[in-house]
């Protein structure tokens, strides 16, 4: 569970399932990406997260192959090789 920052695509890149919850208006479009790429479950703009949240690690615990998929998707992501690329622009 974490929020919709920078450490998405850290978890991303680590196949890690995560629940995310913006924290900050700039990362609402994150969560609904993420969502709608189903790398992960995104709980935005919900009064009930609480509620919502304990739903979903319910879910999990009834079937543990939405965790593997979220874990492949997110993976498939983010590859892990964005420093490299970036050293390579600023070199050339």
């Not at 879910?59 to 090789?81: M, Q, T, Y």
């Amino acid at each position: 569970i974490g929020a919709a920052g920078t450490t998405s695509w850290e978890r991303c890149c680590l196949g890690v399932p995560s629940i995310v919850v913006p924290i900050a208006e700039n990362q609402n479009q994150i969560a609904i990406n993420l969502m709608l790429s189903n790398a992960s479950i995104s709980i935005v703009n919900s009064e009930k997260g609480y509620v919502d949240m304990v739903k979903i690690v319910n879910s999990f615990l009834l079937d543990s192959n939405k965790l593997k998929n979220l874990s492949e998707i997110s993976s498939s992501i983010v590859d892990g090789h964005g420093v490299r690329r970036v050293t390579n622009m600023i070199l050339k």
